[in-house]
């Protein structure tokens, strides 16, 4: 691999900005999609990682002509390096991920839009660069034009780039644009309050994710407009506005004028990307992204290459998250022989008793270049600190979290034997660790430390105000070096891991999961309540790629049966489960009896089911059926699918509904594939899809495309006017208003298909077992819905397939791998620590009145066991299970609860050394 020089030594630069400061060039931000201008010498946004400088060398001055060299003269660590050179480097692997991500489309393409030539017509992109803080005009959102103004009206066109081949070449869905548009204009209207005017321009909303129909429903109900129609061109006014024209739903035509249109342009594969995959070998789609299998999600064609994110196809941060897991333990399985032979153990210093000595505190106080010296008068702060009782050094650096500056920092411990620390800097939710290992290396316990934020919480707030800045300063230090002499080093129990995992669920998901884990060499039990393996996938007939789906599962159930590390519990129930992360056990009951099991982690995949419609006749008549049901006819070939001459699907039975409001994710591409399978058997034989919004989403846009030359009539219905089943005579008489004639048509149909929501299996006691929670809908709810999809704030506890939210094979497999990586990523530790910050129980002042119990949404509180010999019936702190949240804290009306590190003497003590005056 080649790797570009950047011209600043990574290991040195500190992120001061001074090179950028002194830079005399500017160039388009890229970043902030050429909305602003940045210098030749940048970091490429506020949160890059590693947060370092590089120069651009297209645009640097000495770099094309020589000259200047002014960031070289300026950086203080003497980080800028104009000799750095290409180098390539060989490396030897086992494996590969591709993650290269996509290429937004270019608009420009689109004429009739003219968004090369109007100021006021941008991108999604730049709009979303408008409405973050970090962006070109701070959040507040103004056009573009000379005038700069506030826009009262924006309008958003969909499917730029997307479901479009006449235009763009890209057929497919990009399948996260419709809820981009929608969070767009719900932050706008937040920004700029209830009078702004929204409206999204569509062909269908596709919001099929979990809890994005609810955030559409919300979006209505604050006004933001929706419009089912495609807008042709868009005219400029002299004042810089734009008029457009388009057909309205009841087939009037509308001229509106708008301030601000934002096209919502799609996903694409970037030409280097698809020349990439070529010479890797890798087979790519039709939409140029990488080809895999249904029942393979994340392996390319080419077996040791493996894929996630944007190039397995269009999707949103969720499931890239799923998928970049997935591809970790794909490869994971590969590199399993392999784990740990080149791990490499730093040595630790051994860490110092200082019970009994008095404090001996150090503060360093940082300048952090000019973000915290360009306000508060540092050295002033610092020669405060020195005066302050128990302080025994006390000095500034220019930037305290470089590496020198640690270095010096350790050393100054160990020399002046300093016993507590105190870093007035930034902010500690990205520092403190940094410090904290600081001071592991200098001996020290990493809970006698304390951070002052003067940055975040002063420079910046009193950026106009130095005097006060500068007071509060030394009040924060004050504070900090008070809290930080009460301190008292705190341990971290130390707990081993069972190496062995329980899977709850032998469906798709729960079986992925169990073969991901037991392949990389953990043993692993699945528990399925029913009498075999499969669970729904059972009754499915074939896959949108068109694999039979009872072949592929045939193959796995045999793989799980003789896989070694694999031991199946079919017809078992989970009776009881105690313990924790690391160490759980389990209570199995069955008709043969009851067994226990003692296993490190548990992932739950529970599934789901169809949802048993109440209208449209079902269960009156046998033609009458849901998309599973038509799915086993077609595993069992049933002769009347031929003999039918029409066949109607309704989809949206049961979902998107006042008692249900959330879309079923996998019906409408299930309905189009079998619309295609019948107009196979039999090409004569009518067959119409009735929809609300048709969410083919990705390249699943293909297979509708493919229904429609086929012959498929898609007839849109509306909610409060629904279709009407009826079934006198030999037909199935089928009423519904056809959308472009705005009359009712009757199909006499011979087949009725009831596109059924999926419903979670809602387990409250495996929910009480584990202590994780249920949404509304009785799915179950995922530690972070953008980052953390796959496992529960529960430690310990992984989530897939169904039981998250319903999905088709494939992200449901990538999904179950996804689970057993971040489980892998626990039991690979063999051994764990709890915080030391965690609460812990006085039993002699405690009244057993069982607030803590109550209240604790992670069930660290407890009673100890009237029959006890130590405190029968008082609470006790499971420090393995507390958070360290304090709410027990703050409700313990007995004062019988403390919370190590920041107990009521520490907090009040620091609130005392404030000078409020």
Same mark, same amino acid.
């Given at each position: ?24 060039? =500017? ?28 120069? *651009? ?6 770099? %094309? ?6 960031? =070289? ?9 104009? *000799? ?6 060989? !490396? ?12 937004? $489309? ?20 730049? $709009? ?8 070109? %005009? ?24 997307? &479901? ?18 929608? =969070? ?19 062909? *269908? ?79 790519? +789609? ?97 020669? $405060? ?33 300093? #016993? ?17 290992? +600081? ?38 230090? &004050? ?8 301190? #008292? ?42 009498? &075999?393996?499969?669970? /729904? ?24 049966? /003789?896989?070694?590390? !694999? ?5 078992? #129930?989970?009776? /009881? ?6 160490? $759980? ?49 077609? !595993? ?28 079923? &994710?996998?019906?409408? +591409? ?94 409250? /006691? ?28 529960? *430690? ?33 530790? =063999? ?87």
């Amino acid at each position: 691999m080649t790797k570009h020089p950047r011209y600043i030594d990574e290991t040195k630069c500190i992120a001061c900005g001074a090179c950028a400061e002194k830079c005399p060039k =500017k160039v388009d931000d890229r970043y902030n999609m050429g909305l602003a201008r940045r210098k030749a010498a940048y970091v490429e946004y506020a949160q890059a990682v590693p947060l370092k400088y590089a120069i *651009d060398a297209e645009s640097c001055i000495f770099l %094309t002509k020589g000259k200047c060299g002014a960031c =070289k003269k300026i950086c203080p660590v003497q980080a800028v390096d104009f *000799d750095q050179k290409p180098t390539s480097e060989t !490396i030897h692997v086992g494996a590969v991920i591709l993650a290269p991500g996509f290429s937004p $489309f270019d608009p420009g393409r689109f004429d009739n839009y003219q968004y090369a030539n109007l100021p006021n017509v941008v991108t999604s992109m730049e $709009f979303e660069r408008l409405l973050s803080a970090s962006g070109p %005009t701070a959040g507040h959102v103004t056009r573009r034009s000379e005038d700069h103004g506030e826009p009262k009206k924006i309008a958003w066109f969909q499917c730029v780039g997307s &479901r479009d081949l006449n235009k763009c070449d890209n057929a497919y869905c990009s399948s996260v644009c419709c809820m981009y548009a929608i =969070k767009e204009a719900v932050i706008a209207k937040e920004h700029a309050g209830d009078d702004l005017d929204c409206t999204i321009f569509y062909m *269908d909303m596709r919001t099929h994710g979990k809890d994005f129909e609810r955030f559409y429903n919300r979006a209505k109900d604050k006004g933001v407009r929706f419009v089912r129609s495609r807008v042709h061109t868009i005219d400029p006014m002299p004042d810089d506005s734009l008029t457009v024209r388009y057909v309205a739903e009841d087939g009037s035509n509308v001229e509106e004028t708008f301030d601000l249109i934002v096209l919502s342009v799609g996903l694409q594969t970037n030409p280097a990307v698809a020349d990439l995959a070529g010479r890797l070998n890798v087979d790519l +789609t039709a939409g140029r992204f990488c080809a895999t299998e249904t029942f393979a999600p994340v392996s390319s064609s080419r077996p040791g290459i493996f894929v996630c994110g944007a190039f397995q196809g269009p999707k949103d941060i969720p499931q890239a998250v799923v998928d970049a897991s997935a591809a970790a333990e794909a490869a994971g399985e590969i590199l399993a022989p392999a784990r740990n032979t080149l791990t490499k153990v730093a040595e630790k210093t051994p860490e110092r008793n200082v019970g009994g000595e008095r404090p001996r505190i150090g503060v360093f106080v940082c300048r952090c270049g000019i973000n915290i010296a360009g306000v508060v008068d540092v050295p002033a702060v610092a020669e $405060f600190a020195a005066t302050l009782p128990y302080v025994e050094f006390a000095t500034d650096n220019l930037y305290a979290c470089s590496q020198d500056t640690q270095d010096a920092m350790a050393q100054i411990i160990k020399d002046k034997k300093l #016993n507590r620390v105190v870093v007035a800097a930034c902010t500690p939710k990205t520092h403190e660790p940094l410090f904290q290992e +600081t001071l592991i290396a200098a001996g020290l316990n990493k809970y006698l430390f304390e951070m002052a934020n003067i940055r975040n919480h002063d420079s910046w707030v009193h950026k106009n105000n130095p005097d006060l800045a500068t007071r509060k300063a030394k009040d924060l230090v &004050r504070s900090a070096v008070t809290k930080v002499s009460l301190a #008292n080093p705190l341990q971290e129990a130390e707990l081993n891991v069972n190496q062995t995992a329980m899977v709850i669920g032998g469906g798709i998901a729960g079986m992925s999961a169990a073969l991901s884990l037991a392949r990389q060499g953990y043993a692993t039990h699945i528990v399925e309540r029913d009498h &075999r393996l499969g669970g /729904q996938a059972l009754n499915i007939h074939q896959t949108a790629k068109g694999e039979r789906v009872s072949e592929k599962l045939a193959e796995m159930v045999q793989a799980v049966r /003789q896989e070694a590390n !694999i031991t199946v519990h079919l017809n078992t #129930n989970l009776s /009881q489960v105690d313990g924790f992360v690391g160490n $759980f056990k389990s209570r199995l009951t069955s008709q043969a009896g009851a067994a226990t099991i003692e296993h490190g982690v548990a992932v739950i995949a529970t599934g789901g089911k169809a949802y048993t419609p109440q209208e449209y006749g079902y269960g009156t008549d046998p033609r009458i059926m849901t998309s599973l049901e038509l799915d086993r006819r077609f !595993i069992a070939n049933a002769p009347e699918l031929d003999r039918a001459e029409c066949a109607v699907f309704i989809q949206c039975v049961g979902s998107r509904e006042p008692e249900r409001p959330y879309c079923s &994710r996998v019906c409408c +591409t299930h309905s189009v594939d079998s619309a295609l399978q019948l107009k196979k058997r039999r090409p004569d034989m009518n067959v119409f899809i009735l929809y609300r919004d048709m969410r083919t989403y990705g390249e699943r846009e293909l297979l509708y495309k493919e229904a429609r030359a086929a012959g498929v009539i898609f007839i849109r219905y509306a909610q409060d006017n629904k279709p009407a089943v009826s079934s006198a005579g030999g037909k199935i008489d089928v009423q519904v208003t056809d959308h472009i004639l705005g009359q009712p048509v009757v199909i006499a149909a011979d087949l009725l298909i009831l596109a059924s929501a999926v419903l979670p299996n809602r387990d409250d /006691q495996l929910a009480a077992f584990f202590k994780v929670p249920l949404n509304e809908d009785g799915f179950f709810v995922e530690r972070h819905a953008k980052l953390g999809p796959s496992e529960f704030a529960t *430690d310990g506890v992984f989530l897939c397939g169904i039981a998250h939210y319903p999905k088709p094979i494939d992200e449901s497999i990538a999904q179950g791998k996804a689970a057993a990586s971040r489980a892998i990523t626990l039991l690979a530790r =063999k051994r764990i620590f709890t915080s030391g910050q965690v609460a812990e129980t006085e039993p002699a002042l405690c009244s057993r009145c069982g607030v803590c119990v109550s209240i604790c949404p992670y069930s660290a509180p407890s009673f100890i066991a009237e029959d006890a010999r130590m405190h029968p019936g008082k609470a006790q702190i499971n420090p393995v299970l507390c958070k360290g949240c304090g709410l027990c804290v703050a409700s313990c009306r007995s004062g019988a609860i403390h919370l190590k590190g920041f107990d009521n003497n520490q907090i009040f003590a620091q609130i005392s050394a404030i000078n409020w005056d």
